[in-house]
C-alpha cells in the first residue's frame, strides 16, 4: 500500500506516522491540522489500555515532530466526508469494536482502517506475526539440524570405542 510523505494531509486522509522505536501510529485526518487517532492523550501508551481513547488532537500533537504520511492515492471505497463523519462518531470511545487496546488486536491502525477501509486490520501485525513465525521455523530447524549432529557425534564416538572384554578368573 503506497504511503506518501506530506507536509500537510487533506480531510479524510488516512494518515500514519513512524515513531522512532519503530513502529507506525495511524489515524483519519479531519482537515490539514487535526488528527482522530486511538490513543492516549499525547504518549501513544499501550501500557494502560484503560486511558486509551478515540481522540482528536492537532496534527504536531499527533507527529510529535516525526513526518507525516498519507494514503496516496486515496482510495477509500467512502467519499473523504463520509470517512470523517465515521470518525467522529467514535470519539471519546475507549472500547472499539467492543474491545479495550490492544496493540494485536485492537489499535490504532485497526481502528483508522476500520474507518478507512471498512475493515479493522493491522498490516503491521500481521507482519510480524509473519515474521515470528518465519524466525521460529528457522530456530526450529537449526535446532533439528544440531540436535541431528550431537546424535550423529555420538553414534560415531560409540563406534570409535574399543570394546571391552572381562576376563574370567
Known amino acids: 500500500m503506497p504511503f506518501k510523505k506530506v507536509y500537510r494531509p487533506?480531510?479524510?486522509?488516512?494518515?500514519?506516522?513512524?515513531?522512532?522505536?519503530g513502529y507506525y501510529h495511524y489515524g483519519i485526518a479531519t482537515?490539514?491540522?487535526?488528527?482522530?487517532h486511538y490513543s492516549d492523550f499525547g504518549s501513544d501508551s499501550v501500557l494502560d489500555p484503560s486511558k486509551t481513547r478515540i481522540i482528536e488532537t492537532e496534527l504536531d500533537d499527533f507527529?510529535?515532530?516525526d513526518k507525516c504520511e498519507k494514503m496516496n492515492p486515496f482510495d477509500s471505497p467512502f467519499t473523504k466526508e463520509e470517512v470523517i463523519e465515521r470518525a467522529r462518531s467514535y470519539l471519546?470511545?475507549?472500547k472499539f469494536q467492543?474491545?479495550?487496546?490492544?496493540v494485536i488486536?485492537?489499535?490504532?491502525?485497526h481502528f483508522a482502517r476500520f474507518i478507512y477501509y471498512g475493515e479493522a486490520n493491522s498490516e503491521q501485525v500481521e507482519k510480524?506475526?509473519?515474521?515470528a513465525v518465519t524466525v521460529a521455523g528457522i530456530v526450529a530447524s537449526v535446532a533439528g539440524v544440531v540436535a541431528a549432529s550431537i546424535a550423529e557425534?555420538?553414534?560415531k564416538k560409540k563406534e570409535e570405542e574399543p570394546l571391552q572384554i572381562e576376563e574370567k578368573k
Request: with cysteine; aromatic share 10%.
Open 31 to 36: 482537515d490539514h491540522f487535526h488528527v482522530i
Open 10 to 21: 487533506f480531510p479524510g486522509d488516512l494518515v500514519r506516522v513512524k515513531r522512532k522505536k
Open 92 to 94: 471519546g470511545v475507549y
Open 153 to 155: 557425534n555420538k553414534r
Open 105 to 109: 488486536t485492537n489499535n490504532c491502525e
Open 98 to 102: 467492543g474491545k479495550t487496546y490492544n
Open 63 to 65: 507527529l510529535r515532530g
Open 128 to 131: 510480524a506475526a509473519k515474521t
